[in-house]
């Protein structure tokens, strides 16, 4: 373990302790040191260039007021890539000044041309009513900025189609409001300069590869509608500029000219100034065993993330540390800050007020005033989600506390970037759940220190993505043979399948949209309409639960929570949409548990690694909540198991597997009555580990593991993206299948527990109760996989996908690989074992997407 040098750093902390300080003070409360890792990010000296020729001094006035003396080089660079008509993406650090590099660029053409008009999209309202606040406050005369959102009343929405010619807005408007109602922008689509598209790489997955699309809509429409005389595209066919701002992410050009099917040169190198950082890998202690017990239930249990970040955050601010703490979930914000709130009034009555959570749902004005208290001391501490990370120009504190692993390297590194103020020294803590990746991640500091950041992962390709994306096209104009150019690899497939299902007509001038009504396309790829949950006494509307949760969530007799009040479900029902449910304070919780089977459709690749066989292609998952448990909540103790009667619900979707002979195994020292029992737990760590490889979540993927598949006749272990179609995440996993099993395998060997544990195998959303699990020979399984399989399994394709070829003889009809490949037909072996598996992605609840605040 690493530990901080002695001496105090002398520039840190405001009017609280300097970092290295109160690091050693937070450590020294624990009897054993929760601390695995310290990393010193050093400071760094900014590098400022002169103003671009043809910025106006009429705009660098209004900046030189806000103190911007000079712009950092890189800001320079982009603004004049974009300025000279090229498509630019600058992939910087938190703070390093962004909007800067988009700005000088569009203001200065939008004072240049008075005809000339700016689109900006962000992830987030926040985000984008934060840069209005920045753009109007320049007030430049002529430029009109204002937002265009879901919140913007009727009465102003014709006003700023008509007169705004700085137009912020999100993908979701712009799908929804604006292409669809492209004859009344026509006039600001023709004059169109510069489309900035802020945070771009949160644009991931299947909501980045629905917003891909949505830029080629938008693209087309504005290819429709001529010419514009702006200098920076003078001369050439109305194709606007795109300015792309991004996180530092792994080969940003690439992932922008995926999003956008353009050209994008990418500025990376950060110039702005930075304050160093201390960061602390935290694992929480293992809590003592519980006396009552029995003997299978004595896996060690480590303390809950929540609660250990709840008692920094009081202790940062008893230390007067003004500190934000990133919390994955609204509902584990709102319990960090309680419980910090709670400690420190047991500790000084009164200090618990300046403690807050933040999150996405409360309404403009309170997360305004949060903000504006935090930044000037009334509040020391606050728990977010992450609306924080990208919402608001919030910078400048002390320390930041992270709950959990975000997800990605580019939102670690995004959340770490809040703390530091004016390139003060700054402090930021990960504090790790009891979760496999967690585990590995801060007892492996190289997977997150001196790496680079992630690819985006996304696939405009994905036919359950592009159809209805090119249906939306259609219902706009009819599509042309040059429209299914713009939309690239599939569409021709795409447009012949819709046309064979009657949703479009092919004419000599194209295909025609034969529906009045508009398609009804989600941007976030959720399973299902949203499912209304209706308290029955009172008709009163409690929230949404996306459908393809509701059979987890909503099943009759389950417990769902809101807002800190407990409900019971008294009924389902999946044709209206609506659950009922009451209030109600039961001792125990419900646990939903399914069956899933798997049939392998196609395989698009694979590798004949011996007794080894790995493959990429499409599956069909069908899944069906069975049952449900009751557990006490304050033992976990199974009360009952109770039947339910569920539709079942089916998935096409893309899958990485590999396979394994029994002889192998064997050899390995896997007992045939153990296969079951080591393939499982060998599939629920590589779900756990599949967002170091790509960036997902392990609620994003599903697996499942059994020791005789009947389309591999082998022993086998799934992983799949729980999206139709796929999300790129299988492709990413096949493409570094090495990289990504050896992590997997390090995290089960390396864990401290003797039988598994949430830390290694255990897995939260197990439809089979996380049994059997055999970690030993877990480790077994892989480190056959690992001793056959080359270290660079295959050579991947720009999207992180596998080419279209084998890398051994052609798989025969079932998907499986030949005799060679896998094995071939197992050999004799002992009883039949049921299958195990992990199910699908609960893609709605807390986490994620639900955060966002979108039009």
């Known amino acids: 373990m690493q530990d901080v040098t002695d001496d105090p750093v002398s520039a840190g902390g405001g009017p609280g302790r300097p970092p290295a300080e109160l690091l050693r003070r937070l450590r020294a409360r624990h009897a054993c040191d929760p601390v695995t890792h310290v990393e010193r990010v050093a400071a760094r000296p900014g590098e400022p260039a002169p103003w671009p020729a043809w910025a106006p001094e009429e705009l660098r006035a209004p900046f030189a007021r806000r103190g911007v003396v000079a712009p950092w080089r890189h800001q320079t660079e982009a603004a004049e890539l974009a300025y000279a008509g090229q498509h630019v993406v600058v992939a910087t650090g938190t703070a390093s000044g962004k909007s800067l590099a988009y700005q000088l660029p569009a203001l200065a053409t939008l004072l240049a041309d008075p005809r000339a008009t700016v689109l900006y999209l962000a992830p987030t309202k926040a985000l984008a009513a934060d840069q209005l606040r920045a753009v109007a406050g320049l007030e430049l005369e002529g430029v009109r900025p204002a937002c265009y959102d879901g919140d ?47 945070e771009c790489h949160t644009y991931r997955g299947v909501f ?23 200098p920076a595209l003078a001369g050439s066919r109305h194709t606007p500029v795109f300015i792309l ?37 935290w694992e929480p202690p293992l809590l003592p065993p519980d006396a009552s017990a029995s003997a299978v239930d004595l896996a060690p249990v480590r303390r809950s993330a929540l609660r250990e970040t709840a008692d920094l955050l009081a202790d940062s601010v008893v230390e007067g540390v003004r500190t934000l703490a990133f919390v994955r979930s609204r509902r584990g914000a709102e319990v960090v800050a309680a419980n910090a709130r709670r400690a420190l009034d047991e500790a000084v009555p009164g200090l618990g007020e300046r403690v807050a959570a933040y999150r996405a749902g409360y309404l403009r004005e309170e997360r305004r005033e949060l903000e504006r208290a935090l ?42 970037g809040r703390a530091g103020r004016s390139g003060d020294e700054a402090l930021a803590v990960l504090v790790a759940r009891d979760d496999p990746l967690d585990t590995y991640l801060v007892h492996h500091p190289e997977a997150l220190f001196g790496r680079p950041v992630e690819a985006t992962v996304l696939d405009p390709a994905n036919p359950y993505v592009l159809a209805p994306q090119l249906a939306c096209a259609a219902f706009e104009a009819p599509l042309t043979p040059a429209d299914l150019e713009l939309f690239g690899e599939g569409a021709k497939e795409a447009v012949d399948s819709l046309v064979e299902a009657g949703a479009l007509r092919q004419r000599p001038t194209g295909w025609y949209w034969r529906h009045r009504e508009r398609p009804d396309v989600d941007l976030r790829g959720e399973d299902g309409a949203p499912v209304c949950v209706v308290e029955a006494s009172t008709g009163r509307l409690l929230g949404t639960v996306d459908g393809g949760s509701s059979h987890f969530l909503l099943h009759p007799g389950a417990v769902y929570l809101h807002q800190g009040v407990s409900y019971v479900v008294d009924s389902l029902d999946l044709a209206d949409g609506c659950a009922l449910v009451h209030a109600e304070e ?4 419900t646990h939903a548990r399914d069956v899933t089977s798997l049939s392998v459709v196609s395989v698009r690749s694979y590798v004949d690694a011996g007794p080894v066989g790995l493959f990429l292609g499409e599956v069909d998952v069908t899944s069906q909540v069975v049952s449900y448990q009751r557990r006490r909540i304050a033992t976990g103790e199974v009360i009952d198991t ?78 799949y993206d729980g999206h139709p179609g796929g999300a790129g995440f299988a492709e990413r996993a096949y493409g570094t299948a090495a990289a990504w099993l050896r992590a997997t395998r390090d995290a089960i060997a390396e864990c401290g527990c003797e039988a598994g544990c949430p830390s290694c195998v255990q897995s939260p959303k197990c439809g089979n109760g996380n049994n059997p699990l055999s970690k030993p020979d877990a480790v077994r399984v892989l480190d056959v996989v690992l001793d056959n399989l080359p270290p660079a399994a295959n050579i991947a394709d720009e999207r992180g996908a596998a080419p279209d070829r084998a890398h051994g003889d052609a798989p025969d009809a079932r998907g499986a690989a030949p005799d ?36």
């Open 152 to 198: 913007t009343p009727r009465a102003e929405r014709e006003w700023i189609r008509r007169h705004s010619r700085f137009v912020l807005t999100n993908p979701d408007m712009l799908h929804h409001g604006i292409l669809p109602g492209h004859a009344h922008w026509s006039g600001f689509l023709r004059r169109l300069a510069y489309v900035v598209i802020d």
């Open 208 to 230: 980045g590869s629905h917003v891909a699309h949505v830029l080629r809509r938008l693209r087309r429409q504005c290819g429709r509608s001529g010419r514009v005389s702006s």
């Open 245 to 281: 701002a991004s996180a530092t992410s792994g080969d940003p050009a690439a992932a922008a000219g995926r999003l956008t099917g353009l050209p994008v040169t990418a500025v990376t190198e950060d110039t702005s100034p930075r304050g160093g950082v201390t960061f602390a890998l």
């Open 375 to 416: 930044l000037h001391g009334d509040l020391l501490g606050l728990a977010s989600t992450s609306a924080l990370e990208l919402g608001v120009d919030l910078v400048g504190l002390d320390a930041v506390l992270i709950c959990g692993w975000p997800g990605t390297r580019a939102s670690l590194w995004q959340q770490a």
């Open 586 to 589: 039961p001792d125990w919780s």
């Open 642 to 719: 109770r039947p339910l009667d569920l539709p079942a619900r089916e998935l096409r979707t893309v899958a990485v597997w590999f396979t394994l002979s029994p002889e192998s195994l064997a050899l390995a020292g896997v007992e045939s009555a153990d296969v079951p029992g080591g393939l499982h737990a060998a599939e629920h760590a590589a779900i756990g580990l599949l967002p170091l490889i790509a960036t997902c979540d392990r609620w994003d993927i599903g697996g499942l593991s059994t020791a005789l598949h009947p389309d591999t006749e082998a022993p086998t272990v799934f992983v």
């Open 820 to 855: 060679s490949a896998a094995g071939g037909r197992p050999g004799e072996r002992g009883a039949a074992v049921p299958r195990q598996d992990e199910r699908s992605p609960e893609r709605s609840v807390s986490e994620g997407q639900a955060a966002l605040e979108t039009g």
